[in-house]
């Protein structure tokens, strides 16, 4: 069975641009969460989606935002980058909600310049 | 913020030997994880703790969780080369929606 897959995995972008990210859960999950981690840090909460209404928001601007398709899929969007949105994010899939196990994707890299 | 504070930071021993780390939390939790992430990768699920549960083990690692303390503990017995990676609790507080990560801690295992 495929994983959590992720795209773009790399990418440059230049400040004041606008980017999205794409997250493909594991068939039948239903959950998906978005973290954003800086290089030499944990992994911090953005968003989490389940059966396609947000059902949790961490501690990020509004430039941040994001949304879950009716196959479950999701994309997170962030407006107006600034150099310190450079990071890796990550997406993770769960059956039922964040309450037990996250499979996560291997992450986009963002670079912003 | 962060709701877990691994300790040590960074911790480099040799194959073999066993490996400690530990997690302090700050509020009540229904879990707590522990999750490994080779560097640059996607984060991979080891163990998880039940809030009702004092020690598990999988394998080579066994978790204990002390509620009155806030605090678990990741063994890693007879550690690898291949064991090379940060290692990361996280936390499922009663009060949340989300799951909290702490800052890792960096584990070399030289061959």
């Known amino acids: 069975d495929a994983g959590v897959t992720q795209s773009p995995t790399h990418l440059i972008k230049t400040r004041g641009q606008q980017v999205t990210l794409r997250c493909s859960p594991i068939s039948g999950h239903k959950s998906v969460s978005w973290y954003q981690q800086v290089l030499g840090q944990g992994p911090q909460f953005i968003f989490q989606?389940?059966?396609?209404?947000?059902?949790g928001r961490g501690n990020f601007p509004d430039r941040f935002s994001a949304r879950q398709f009716p196959n479950y899929s999701s994309e997170l969007n962030v407006n107006a980058l600034l150099l310190g949105d450079s990071a890796l994010y990550l997406c993770?899939?769960?059956?039922?909600?964040?309450?037990?196990?996250?499979?996560f994707g291997e992450g986009s890299r963002l670079t912003v310049l | 913020s962060q709701q877990g504070e691994e300790d040590p930071q960074a911790l480099s021993i040799q194959e073999g030997e066993n490996a400690t780390m530990n997690c302090s939390y700050k509020t009540s939790i229904n879990n707590l994880q522990w999750y490994r992430q080779n560097s640059g990768r996607g984060l991979v699920h080891l163990i998880l703790i039940r809030s009702n549960e004092r020690e598990k083990h999988s394998g080579r690692l066994r978790v204990t969780l002390d509620t009155s303390k806030k605090s678990s503990s990741l063994l890693i017995t007879a550690s690898r080369a291949a064991d090379t990676a940060s290692y990361f609790c996280a936390t499922d507080a009663t009060s949340g929606s989300r799951l909290t990560f702490g800052e890792g801690t960096q584990l070399t295992v030289n061959p």
């Open positions: 993770a899939s769960s059956l039922l909600g964040i309450t037990g196990e996250l499979f």
């Open positions: 989606y389940y059966e396609k209404e947000e059902r």
